[in-house]
T-cell receptor, first 113, second 116 residues
Framework: DGGITQSPKYLFRKEGQNVTLSCEQNLNHDAMYWYRQDPGQGLRLIYYSQIVNDFQKGDIAEGYSVSREKKESFPLTVTSAQKNPTAFYLC????????????FGPGTRLTVL | DAKTTQPNSMESNEEEPVHLPCNHSTISGTDYIHWYRQLPSQGPEYVIHGLTSNVNNRMASLAIAEDRKSSTLILHRATLRDAAVYYCILRDVRFDYGGSQGNLIFGKGTKLSVKP
């Protein structure tokens, strides 16, 4: 089955710790995205990558970092510099040039204790 | 800022049609209208998109006004599984191959409730 996997589904972190969220896709998509969603709100773009070894900041990149060393993987690190990290994190991927229909993973719910 | 306006919430009865409106008065000639929906505690999923003509697929229909300043997502027979937040998004096709202007901008969407 082709798709996007995110792990873990739920994640708890102590304040001051960095944590890395996993995102893997086997759809052979070039572009990948990370979004953050707070309760009752829409999605906000954190980072995106249109090709391996390249990525750009989205609207709310502060306190986050990413890497894109492989086409199928786009991990997101939530650093201790992120002031309000508790949120629902969603990863997506798309094929360039096909109206960029995005396919989303199931999400990771991060809670900072 | 989102370039679309949608009602915060709507209610429907099961097995009845649902018309979800979206206003986009500042739409440009290269903007496609995309709809996504997000079921509770899940990632969004693509529903449909269109440019000028009405579009149909297995999930829904998209009716686009002649002046393109508004559109309506139509679910022909709502089921309980259609209860979700529906997002109407404009996307400039000139940036299909890259550029931040091609990114999706999700507003708050319309929360659709379906009553049995």
């Amino acid at each position: 089955d082709g798709g996007i996997t995110q792990s873990p589904k739920y994640l708890f972190r102590k304040e001051g710790q960095n944590v890395t969220l996993s995102c893997e896709q086997n759809l052979n998509h070039d572009a990948m995205y990370w979004y953050r969603q707070d309760p009752g709100q829409g999605l906000r773009l954190i980072y995106y990558s249109q090709i391996v070894n390249d990525f750009q900041k989205g609207d709310i990149a502060e306190g986050y970092s990413v890497s894109r060393e492989k086409k199928e993987s786009f991990p997101l690190t939530v650093t201790s510099a992120q002031k309000n990290p508790t949120a629902f994190y969603l990863c997506a991927s798309s094929v360039q040039g096909t109206y960029n229909e995005q396919f989303f993973g199931p999400g990771t719910r991060l809670t900072v204790l | 800022d989102a370039k679309t306006t949608q009602p915060n919430s709507m209610e429907s009865n099961e097995e009845e049609p649902v018309h979800l409106p979206c206003n986009h008065s500042t739409i440009s000639g290269t903007d496609y209208i995309h709809w996504y929906r997000q079921l509770p505690s899940q990632g969004p999923e693509y529903v449909i998109h269109g440019l000028t003509s009405n579009v149909n697929n297995r999930m829904a229909s998209l009716a686009i006004a002649e002046d393109r300043k508004s559109s309506t997502l139509i679910l022909h027979r709502a089921t309980l599984r259609d209860a979700a937040v529906y997002y109407c998004i404009l996307r400039d096709v000139r940036f299909d191959y890259g550029g931040s202007q091609g990114n999706l901008i999700f507003g708050k969407g319309t929360k659709l409730s379906v009553k049995p």
